[in-house]
């Protein structure tokens, strides 16, 4: 499979030497401990990309696809599993002793939420000052004038000095993490959702302050967000992530007007446009993400992919036909989880209870009052009977290779897909349709 060196290649190309982070097929799992054991949570589950010098690169996707435990490998707040992190050139995730330490004064994190990041007993003053008291910066005095120089570039006042974080309102607080993290000197700055707690008002404030801050001081900048709008204003470059992987990143302003990845398309199709005259196709997209500890063998997105690709004898099938097989073999691995409180996904899938329902239920639930090929229904019979059996395995192993996608069975690779962007999808190879041609015929 593509290695480091493999996928170093194919995206350091494209980015050529200005990158200041180069991360390779970089992976980070956390072990199953816990009652349940077992497989571990493939929360980053290998990465390619770069960050420039200079430049502020968004992170985004749904809640718990690996946004954070990416942003806390970079800083090493997290062990990598495999791969590689360079920073300047130098790999940081096997970094010890002074290298650490130096390493620890040059990167900085700002977090989501200020109220737990800052210690509620000491004043502004003594937090601002904790990481040059830790790393022992210069003399005493020198670090004095230094937090109230930095007071000022966050837009603090110099009387806040001796107040606590609790007589301050959100925005301020993170102004005083802000403060923190620059007190160093760092070059790179992960802000994992720096805004996503404050009002809509002092977002503004805040994120003009991250700018500025970077003009000044020439960050690099890794921003995190759930929220699709902030990224496009702040961020040079976009990359989106799905279950562990990154499905696209490119220019911002490219990938937010053409999308070239099944996924960017539906995540983008997601946010209410501001103008409700705009054409814009809506693509609602079905289930939720499977599991992290269990990822799809082929492509992650495969399993509620609106353009996937169809197996040969099924091309010409209805859309919604081929829809309804899709939904059943989601309730069947919706079933085969074993976190009770997945039942509701399913439920939300059928909109009823189904993990208590037998197979025939179910069955008739998703099929009946609709016209289906007696070849697929066969099909489906044969899965439920396995299901039913309590071997729900193999109901899923028989349909994956009924209904046997290439999008189920084999990951994608990166591929270059114009105005610098590289997206993760099948669609891309020359024998298939672009997704947005077929994103086209469905919004017909
Ligand atoms: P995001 O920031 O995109 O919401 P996270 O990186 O926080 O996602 O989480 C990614 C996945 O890893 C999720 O399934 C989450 O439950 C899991 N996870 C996060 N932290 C831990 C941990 N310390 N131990 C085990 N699993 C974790
Ligand atoms: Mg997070």
Redesign the pocket.
């Known amino acids: 499979m593509s290695g480091a060196s493999e996928a170093s290649e194919a995206v350091g190309r494209r980015a050529g030497s200005d990158a200041l982070v180069e991360v390779r097929n970089l992976k980070t799992y956390?072990?199953?401990?816990g009652f349940l054991g077992g497989d571990p949570?493939?929360?980053?589950d290998g990465v390619s990309f770069d960050i420039r010098r200079g430049e502020t690169l968004g992170l985004v996707?749904?809640?718990?696809?690996?946004?954070?435990?990416?942003?806390?490998t970079l800083m090493r707040l997290?062990e990598a599993t495999d791969g590689e992190v360079r920073l300047d050139g130098t790999d940081i995730t096997t970094l010890s002793g002074d290298d650490l330490k130096q390493f620890r004064e040059d990167v900085q994190m700002v977090f989501q939420d200020p109220d737990s990041s800052l210690n509620e007993r000491m004043t502004v003053g003594e937090l601002v000052r904790e990481p040059l008291d830790v790393h022992d910066w210069k003399t005493p005095s020198e670090r004095r004038a230094r937090v109230r120089e930095l007071l000022e570039t966050v837009g603090l006042q110099e009387e806040h000095y001796y107040r606590y974080p609790h007589q301050f309102s959100g925005g301020q607080r993170q102004r005083i993490g802000i403060a923190r993290a620059l007190a160093l000197e760092p070059d790179f700055v992960v802000l994992?959702?720096p805004v996503s707690a404050l009002d809509v008002s002092v977002q503004a404030k805040i994120l003009n302050l991250l700018e500025d801050l970077q003009n000044e001081f020439g960050l690099t900048y890794l921003f995190?967000a759930?929220d699709l709008a902030v990224v496009r204003h702040i961020c040079d470059r976009v990359a989106v992530?799905y279950l562990?992987n990154i499905m696209e990143i490119g220019p911002a302003e490219a990938l937010f007007d053409d999308p070239a990845n099944p996924y960017t398309h539906a995540l983008l199709s997601s946010i209410p446009e501001p103008d409700p005259t705009a054409k814009r196709d809506r693509i609602t997209l079905r289930g939720t993400p499977p599991?992290?500890?269990n990822p799809p063998t082929g492509c992650p997105f495969s399993t509620r992919c609106p353009v996937k690709i169809r197996p040969e004898g099924y091309e010409e099938m209805d859309r919604g036909q081929w829809e309804r097989i899709e939904v059943f073999r989601e309730v069947l691995r919706e079933r085969s989880r074993a976190n009770p409180s997945l039942s509701d996904r399913a439920r939300a899938l059928l909109g009823r209870e189904t993990h208590r329902a037998d197979m025939d239920d179910i069955v008739a639930e998703v099929f009946d009052g609709h016209e289906t090929d007696e070849e697929v229904m066969r099909h489906i019979r044969e899965a439920a009977e396995y299901a039913e059996d309590g071997d729900e395995d193999a109901a899923r192993t028989y349909l994956r290779e009924e209904f046997n996608s290439v999008c189920d069975h084999e990951m994608p690779d990166q591929e270059a897909v114009g105005d610098g962007r590289v997206s993760l999808c099948h669609r891309h190879e020359p024998e298939y349709e672009e997704p947005a041609t077929v994103f086209e015929r469905l919004t017909d």
């Open positions: 956390y072990e199953g401990g949570v493939k929360a980053v996707g749904e809640s718990g696809c690996g946004k954070s435990t990416l942003g806390r997290e994992d959702e995190i759930h992530m562990g599991s992290p500890r």
